[in-house]
């Protein structure tokens, strides 16, 4: 028997700027209101912050610049790439005066299951909050103000933040103006353990050298660091991020818990979506009308006493007929019988329907719900009931594999690779099959309702397409990934 379920994840990376999943939280006790905020100021600065990695020898630092507005969630990527993490494990900040101080303020990631990682909890003394609610500035105001970060609570790599500088907001930002020695490779034992991993790969004695070698990879450089490098990194990631969705919305709520190291097909991908150019939203009525034809039929076809199904429960041959006829079917499905399973398409739709809560069926009839009866002459508001329950499924699987669907055809992802972008992005949001990465081939399964949904609308055109288009062109109107798009641009519960 296959098992597929979420396993425990190593990490859970957020994405700049972008918060959602605001009431995906563990069932904990309310934290206590932070008392220790600063005021924000009322004009955005330039930062210059310095970074070092403690009780590692010769210091690990960096020195950088950020806006002083950058939220904490956002602040997190910047300090990975600067240091030279691999953001592969849990985080937090905490701010105080002093290292463990009994008036720190701790800022958590906000978890996305329940099995998440152990965090830690509030240690004593600690008051806190999740960090994409708190601004830089927030938390850092003066010269000399300190801010803790920590990285992976099994190494426990702690770092300090300083305040060294309030500038005027100039130039691009993030920017590393200097620093010193590559960060430990990830998972070696903390600082402990990395040091005794460089001294047992100068013994040339050492009984374990030629394996910690080749776990450690030949190039590993204690001194190797690149300020250029860094900031080539940082302009890639600043041209990715332009690529993003508003914070505020179910796409962005999606993105903040898969790193791009994790997902990087899904990432490739992600400008394709246009979420920032406003001009390839919407649809003309051309395409409203053709994305919510199928379904409107179906609302109009049982009128007010409702439509006679047979004993199976399916629509009468007539109406098979009249479906292909009018919803130019005729040719398109490869059975063309004059019952309803012999019509894939209409299966579709009438699966669709009553998922939707639009139909129901009562004593062998076909009904309209009063959803249904309130939507059928009113084809805007009835793309927006669709847009509005996308993505479908009882099951977190389905919804998690559902919003992943969405993204990627809204990305334009081809049918024959978007199967690997939505399993990659699944493993990295921790799901496995048996244990194991998911399978591609599972995750149209997975998104079952969703695709049931897409298909029945014919956001994926007619189901019989031959011959089969190449495998990078993508397939359907366009309104099809437009439909996409405006699900994934829904607020999401913290934006409702």
């Not at 049931?452 to 994926?460: I, T």
Request: hydrophobic share 40%.
């Amino acid at each position: 028997m296959t098992r597929i379920e979420r396993g425990r994840r190593a990490h859970l990376s957020l994405v700049p700027a972008l918060v959602e999943a605001q009431d995906e939280v563990t069932s904990e006790a309310p934290r206590p209101a932070p008392t220790l905020l600063r005021p924000r100021r009322p004009e955005p600065v330039t930062y210059t912050l310095r970074v070092g990695l403690e009780g590692v020898e010769p210091e690990i630092w960096r020195r950088v610049t950020v806006p002083s507005d950058i939220m904490l969630d956002a602040l997190h990527p910047v300090l990975q790439t600067v240091m030279g993490w691999t953001d592969s494990h849990l985080h937090s900040f905490i701010s105080a005066s002093e290292k463990y101080s009994p008036d720190s303020l701790r800022f958590d990631m906000r978890p996305r299951f329940d099995a998440v990682e152990d965090a830690g909890g509030q240690g004593e003394g600690e008051q806190g909050d999740y960090e994409d609610t708190a601004r830089l500035d927030e938390v850092l105001a003066e010269v000399g103000d300190l801010l803790f970060y920590e990285y992976d609570f099994g190494d426990s790599w702690e770092h300090v933040i300083a305040l060294e500088e309030v500038g005027a907001l100039a130039g691009p930002s993030p920017v590393c103006v200097d620093g010193a020695q590559r960060c430990p490779p990830e998972d070696c034992g903390g600082a402990y353990g990395y040091a005794r991993l460089l001294k047992a790969l100068a013994d040339p004695t050492e009984p374990e050298r030629r394996e910690l070698r080749a776990w450690a990879g030949s190039g590993l450089d204690p001194q190797r660091f690149s300020v250029e490098d860094v900031n080539a990194e940082l302009r890639r990631q600043a041209t990715l991020r332009a690529s993003y969705p508003a914070p505020w919305t179910r796409a962005a709520g999606l993105l903040r818990l898969i790193p791009e190291s994790a997902a990087p097909l899904l990432y490739a991908l992600l400008p394709g979506a246009q979420f920032q150019d406003e001009s390839a939203h919407g649809m003309t009525a051309e395409e409203l009308a053709s994305a919510t034809a199928n379904l409107r039929w179906l609302l109009r076809h049982p009128g007010e006493d409702g439509a006679a199904l047979t004993q199976a429960g399916y629509l009468r041959p007539a109406d098979v007929a009249l479906a292909r006829e009018e919803l130019g079917w005729a040719g398109h499905s490869r059975r063309a019988g004059a019952r309803e399973v012999d019509c894939q398409e209409l299966l579709d739709v009438r699966a669709a329907a009553a998922d939707l809560g639009l139909t129901r069926t009562s004593k062998g009839r076909l009904l309209r719900t009063k959803r249904g009866d309130a939507l059928l002459a009113d084809p805007a508001a009835l793309l927006a009931h669709i847009v509005a329950q996308l993505p479908l499924g009882a099951e977190d699987i389905e919804q998690d594999s559902g919003l992943l669907m969405l993204l990627a055809i809204a990305c334009g992802t081809p049918e024959q690779r978007r199967s690997g972008v939505v399993a990659e992005a699944m493993t990295a949001l921790g799901w496995r099959t048996d244990g194991q990465p998911i399978d591609p081939r599972r995750t149209p399964a997975m998104a079952g309702p969703t695709l049931q949904v897409l298909r029945a609308v014919g956001a994926f055109g007619p189901r019989s397409v031959r011959p089969r288009p190449p495998a990078d062109v993508p397939v359907g109107p366009r309104w099809g990934r437009e439909l996409a798009r405006m699900a994934l641009l829904r607020p999401g519960p913290a934006g409702e």
